[in-house]
């Protein structure tokens, strides 16, 4: 494992003044599930860990008209315990409710889970899908991006050198909104996923789907937004013809690997069937708010 | 490389130890403070052998950085029975057979601890999700989770 | 069947003597043990697959401050090839020396090379950079197919294949060849009226035991050592210590840890000769632990294999031939389980023309070990299929279509002898009676059901009973300890003693101090060691007898002995066995039983499971739904631990037949090295494991004993295989049953 410099603000600006200031790589811990792993590959510089969890403003989570402000080092286990978050995002619940197991829950966050840009990561299509956006804070002032444009690469984000995300902002849903997301993994639980859907689906009076948002993950070096497939359901009573269309859709939009984890052929077919699911749940969702 | 002193509390006592800020809570606990009976089986929080409890939340002791338990309290394996007795879950495991070779079972006390604590009345499927975490090669699961519903049935004063 | 009635200890769910340690964190395992002054060791690996060794440059990691030692395979004296039985299989010292560290060329990746020894594992880890290494890259090959080809890239330039008609003058891949026969097979085909013949293959797995391999050694200035690591025969660690490195066995002192699990991975030694080399250029104790990556890399795994099946029978379910070619990847070096494999392929069936051709080959991964039931769970899972296939065909119900051909006593084997008495027929009867044979599948659900047969062993076991005044006991054994077989001991000590198993505290002794015994392997323990411990105890009561009778001045013949009390037949007093050792230093000192055994007459297991599964046929995904392990243990000792190695056995293979495997890039790399990616069952993957326990006697031990441990892991790669085959309509070859393959035989059919 590399040499570490730890350190432990407890204000945003102490935490930018580090980051910003260091002259050995740094990198902000939160939940530390992928970073300390990440360290432990690493032999050759030292590097500087600023660690979050003394700065309280990122720990907490506030729901309220506008919608939810995700503090993004806020434990999952902490995060899915909310009941009134779940009420309103059952879907980016259980996404942060799948990251991991037990144990890991304990200690990963949505903001860890987004900053670490894996393609597989789960949070990130629920995010999407929930239109999310996130607040940049660094040494030159506050920025904000939307969750697809934050992830650049696999493993890549936006940030430059100094900056953290200070909180994610997911927007009170529509009237007759609601989401889902599911994975596919081998196992039932402690795998990362083949592939994932987080979907948004905006009802109207008489049920026919008036918006719609799908998101895959990790079938691509980012989680994507695909519009033809929420197009696939626009204007339908998302029946079943219409959700083997979105399929379709969610399969010919993913531009998957082969890795150990599953071929592109099985991915691609996946991701398919992962979408039509997560659709037909949201859906079904909605149709109860 | 400068050691960074951390004051922190270990099963309910005032503790103090020296580390490396690179060095993992499991590494303190079991070659600092010489508490093995947390163990070692992955380092990549994949087995739950490790499995310890940082101000009441159950973790991976090899995802945590020692430096990071300044002020918290951890618990591990050595805490769950007192003095004179084992805890209810200690004796259920026994009871039961819930154990082969034994070398995930403390993970698996302290993750039981935590769930019951939790969940005082889980059902088979929460358990087996609840400890899905914890990696156990010799029992198939089987002995173990009629373990954690016997002992959750019993701490909840059922017969 | 059960007679627990006549025994007061045996067949009692008892708490385990060990199981206070192991609830508290207190008991001490492979990686548990620090000494005054020790030092950490940490090895340098191969980062290829396969190639030369021109040059290795210690010189920079010498001279550098932190580092106390540095060993290569120079520093091991020559070993000259020559074979040593442990456990259930063969170890070449010479093999196992350029295992332990590479000497002329690496053929694995991950194949240690150099170790170093450092004040901390940081500092050992951080130093093995300064090793400098040229390399020359050679062909890797992986496949067991490609590797038996004659142009194939060659990993020995000395390997000749044994056991062919004629000495072979060009090297091979190809280290043996085994052929078993009896009857004619031509003409048992002929006579068949309907024939399946199928290829299968199961891939590469790991033991997955969740201790990675670790130990502690101190080298004394005196040439005398101490090796305190996981092993499941310490006995045998000292020989194969004492012969890598020339040392007299009497130099030797080995310890056993607890062990956290080893499935027969832990019958060899990687680390132990490193660290006590590093320990004498050091002179200081040395602490080895393996990184769970590299136990994926370097340790066990269990072979994969090819093979081709081909079973015959008549319209009325007669089975007339059975025919396979089982191919077994040793990995780097010969020695695969194949031979087992070989002779338990067919075993549960009474078929007159058999013939079975074995290979054992050698491919770039690491070195295999033995893995429960050594080759017979993926020979018997491509003749089970292959049996299942056939009774569809046939249409007749595969338990009737196996009791029509079961093995029972007298069946000839293809190996050679002919069975004693085993319980095959019990295990199918109650099988076909099983509450989940009954229950009707859902839409989407499968079923399967597969035999398993294993030999189990007996051999060397010794054991030393000491009794004290108080009249309690402790049993000295050599057997490591490595599923909860102290509780048998004690509760067959109990028996026999008549006393309770709270007086009885059983110890796995180090190598000194207690004579042989051979590596806990082959479900010998609660056999061969149960043996030497009651005959220790009857050793024990003899001596009782002789006590009493000089308490009383009377003869031996005077003493009657019945439930730990001695009756002087005369006049009626008793004595218990507390009396007598309360008084022993009157009659002549304190009483000591001792055994030593070489056991014969194990028992043969044979298990029958059955598996429900549900698969989702979208994504190809698979989950056990139901499952029913039934096994003959001959007599349960103790029912929670029998019951327990069935559940074991049953999800390892669940493992081996749904997701496990070794996933390698072209150039040898495994990527998969980690508990994330090389899937081992979880709590949440499964359900209960129903258990039935038959018990049909072993006349060769005392209380009947059969070996358990093993055979269960047999029958779930083709019980499982058969289950997601009978629920999508295809059948399944190939293991594992991942998703991506299920869903392909899928979309392939339709």
């Given at each position: ?52 969890k ?6 907490e989570?506030t ?13 999952c ?46 949070s ?35 940030l ?130 | ?50 499995s ?61 601890k ?34 954690v ?11 | ?60 990691a ?7 030692a ?54 050992a880890?951080?130093a093995?950079s ?26 020995h ?22 052929e ?9 085909f ?20 969740i ?9 004394d ?29 009497s ?8 062990i ?18 590093l ?45 396979a070619?089982l ?60 049996v ?5 065909k ?38 076909k009676?099983s ?58 000590a ?11 505290t059983p ?5 000194e ?15 061969a060691?149960?043996m ?6 009857e ?46 230093d009157?009659t ?10 070489n ?6 297991s ?5 598996c429900?599964v549900?698969?989702?046929k ?21 029912p ?12 390892q ?8 495997e070794?996933?390698?890039s ?63 309509g295809?059948?399944?070859g ?17």
């Open positions: 494992m590399v040499s570490v410099v730890y350190e432990a603000p407890d204000s945003v600006q102490g935490a930018v003044a580090l980051l910003a200031g260091a002259k050995i790589p740094a990198r902000p811990l939160a939940g530390g599930t992928d970073l300390i792993i990440q360290l432990q590959a690493q032999k050759n510089e030292p590097c500087l860990v600023v660690d979050l003394k700065i309280s403003e990122l720990m989570s729901l309220d008209e506008e919608g939810l402000h995700l503090g993004p080092g806020m434990a286990a902490e995060f899915f315990s909310r009941d009134d978050i779940r009420s309103v995002y059952p879907g980016l619940v259980e996404a942060a409710q799948l990251i991991g197991s037990t144990q890991v829950q304990g200690r990963a966050s949505v903001g860890g889970n987004l900053c670490n840009a894996s393609p597989a990561a789960d990130i299509p629920a995010l999407i899908a929930n239109s999310a956006s996130c607040v940049i804070v660094g040494p030159s002032g506050e920025r904000r991006i939307a969750i697809e444009d934050f992830v650049t690469g696999v493993g890549e984000n936006c430059g050198k100094g900056e953290l995300v200070r909180v994610i902002e997911v927007p009170r849903p529509a009237d007759g909104t609601s989401d889902a997301y599911l994975r596919f993994i081998p196992r039932t639980e402690m795998d990362i996923a083949v592939a994932g859907v987080g979907a948004s689906i905006t009802l109207d009076d008489d049920g026919t789907c008036a918006a719609a948002r799908i998101s895959l993950g990790a079938v691509a070096p980012t989680a994507i937004l695909v519009p033809a497939a929420a197009q696939a359901l626009i204007g339908t009573k998302v029946d079943d013809e219409a959700l083997l269309v979105l399929a379709d859709a969610a399969s010919a939009a993913a531009k998957p690997i082969s890795d150990r984890r599953g071929t592109a052929e099985y991915r691609r077919h996946v991701v398919g069937v992962l979408a039509k699911r997560a659709a037909s749940t949201a859906a079904e969702r909605a149709r109860g708010n | 490389m400068t050691k960074t002193h951390v004051t922190t509390t270990v099963n309910g006592e005032d503790t103090e130890f020296l580390c490396e800020p690179n060095e993992t809570l499991l590494s303190v606990l079991r070659n600092e403070l010489q508490l093995t009976g947390t163990k070692e089986g992955c380092s990549s929080g994949d087995c739950g052998a490790c310890v409890t940082m101000n009441g939340r159950l973790v991976c002791s090899c995802l945590v950085l020692g430096v990071e338990a300044e002020g918290a309290e951890i618990g591990t394996v050595e805490g769950v029975s007192n003095k004179e007795n084992l805890h209810i879950i200690q004796e259920k495991f026994l009871e039961h057979a819930a154990l082969q070779c034994g070398i995930c079972t403390p993970g698996l006390i302290v993750s039981t935590a769930l019951l604590e939790e969940n005082p009345d889980p059902t088979e499927e929460e358990v087996r999700y609840y400890l899905a975490g914890n990696l156990c090669r010799c029992t198939g699961y089987d002995k173990i989770i009629r373990a519903m016997d002992s959750a049935e019993v701490m909840r004063g059922g017969a | 069947m059960s007679e627990s009635q006549e025994y007061k200890y045996i067949g009692q769910r008892t708490i385990r003597p060990d199981g206070f340690d192991k609830v508290t964190g207190r008991a001490d395992f492979g990686a548990d043990l620090s000494l005054p002054g020790m030092i950490w060791g940490k090895i340098l690996r191969s980062p290829h697959a396969h190639a030369r060794i021109k040059n290795i440059d210690t010189s920079k010498e001279a550098h401050p932190d580092v106390m540095v060993v290569t395979h120079q520093d091991f004296p020559a070993v000259s090839a020559g074979g040593f039985a442990v456990g259930e299989g063969q170890v070449d010292f010479k093999d196992l020396s350029r295992n332990v560290l590479a000497d002329d060329k690496v053929l694995y990746h991950g194949h240690a090379i150099a170790a170093i020894a450092a004040k901390s594992e940081a500092a880890e951080a093995l300064l090793i400098e290494i040229d390399f020359d890259v050679l062909m890797p090959v992986l496949d067991i197919a490609e590797a038996m080809k004659p142009d194939s890239p060659l990993l330039d000395d390997l000749f294949t044994q056991g062919l008609a004629e000495q072979p003058e060009k090297a091979s891949n190809i280290a043996s060849r085994m078993l026969k009896k009857g004619d097979v031509d003409a048992g002929a006579a068949a009226d309907v024939v399946v013949e199928r290829d299968f293959s199961t891939p590469t797995v790991h033991q997955g035991y201790e990675p391999h670790a130990t502690t050694v101190r080298y200035e005196d040439g005398q050592s101490m090796v305190w690591c996981s092993t499941q025969g310490h006995f045998d660690v000292r020989a194969i210590i004492s012969t890598l490195l020339s040392m007299d066995l130099k030797l002192k080995v310890v056993a840890s607890e956290g699990g080893g499935f027969g991975a832990k019958t060899t030694v990687y680390l132990e000769p490193v660290a006590l080399m320990s004498k250029k050091s002179g200081r104790p040395v602490k080895m632990a393996m990184t769970r990556d590299e136990v994926f890399r370097a340790s066990g795994p269990g072979s994969a294999t090819r093979s081709r099946v081909k079973i015959g029978a008549t319209k009325d379910g007669t089975i007339t031939a059975m025919q070619q191919n077994y990847a040793a990995g780097a070096f010969k020695g695969s389980p194949m031979g087992p494999g070989c002779m338990t392929a067919f075993t549960p069936y009474d078929v007159e023309n058999m013939y079975v051709e074995g290979y054992d080959v050698v491919v770039n991964k690491p070195k295999a070990a033995a893995y429960r039931a050594p080759g017979a769970p993926q020979a018997e899972f491509a003749a089970e299929m292959a299942n296939e056939l009774a569809d046939l249409g007749i119900d595969p338990i009737e279509f196996r009791l029509q051909n079961a093995a029972k006593e007298g069946t000839q084997t293809i190996y050679g002898p002919q069975l004693k008495v085993v319980g095959l027929v019990e295990c199918l009867e109650a099988a009676n509450p989940q044979y009954k229950q009707a599948l859902a839409e989407n659900q499968g079923r399967g059901l597969a035999a398993g047969f294993w030999f189990n062993i007996g051999g060397q076991s010794s054991v030393v009973i000491n009794m004290k005044p108080d009249g309690t006991g402790t049993i000295v054994e050599g057997s490591p300890d490595i599923g909860g077989s102290r509780a048998s001991m004690q509760m067959m109990a028996e026999t003693l008549g006393i309770d198993t709270s007086r009885l110890v796995v002794a180090d190598t101090h207690i004579a042989y015994s051979a590596t806990t392997g082959g479900s010998r323990t609660t056999f060691t149960g030497a411990v009651i005959e220790a105890a050793d024990v009561v003899r001596q009782l007898k002789e006590r009493a009778a000089a308490v009383w001045n009377v003869t031996v013949e005077q003493i009657d002995w019945a439930d730990g009390v001695a009756t002087n037949v005369a006049s009626g007093d008793k004595l218990s066995v507390a009396d007598i050792c309360e008084t022993a009157k002549g000192g304190q009483v000591s039983g001792r055994a030593n055994i056991a014969r007459g194990a028992g043969p044979f298990a029958v499971h059955l429900d549900e698969v989702d979208e994504t190809g995904k698979t989950g056990v739904v139901r499952y029913t392990a039934i096994q003959d243990a001959g007599k349960a000792i103790h929670s631990y029998v019951e327990g190695q069935y559940q074991g056995g049953a999800v293979g669940i493992g081996w037949a749904l997701n496990e070794y996933v390698y072209e150039d040898g790399v495994m990527e998969n090295a980690g508990f994330l990616d090389y899937r081992i069952p979880l709590s949440s993957d499964l359900p209960m494991i129903e258990t039935v326990i038959v018990e049909v006697p072993n006349s060769f031990h005392p209380f009947g004993v059969r070996g358990v441990g093993e055979t269960g892991i047999i029958p779930p790669l083709a019980a499982v295989a058969t289950a997601v085959s009978d629920a999508i295809v059948r399944m190939d293991l594992p049953c991942s998703p991506p393959k299920v869903l392909k035989a899928i979309q392939d059919a339709s």
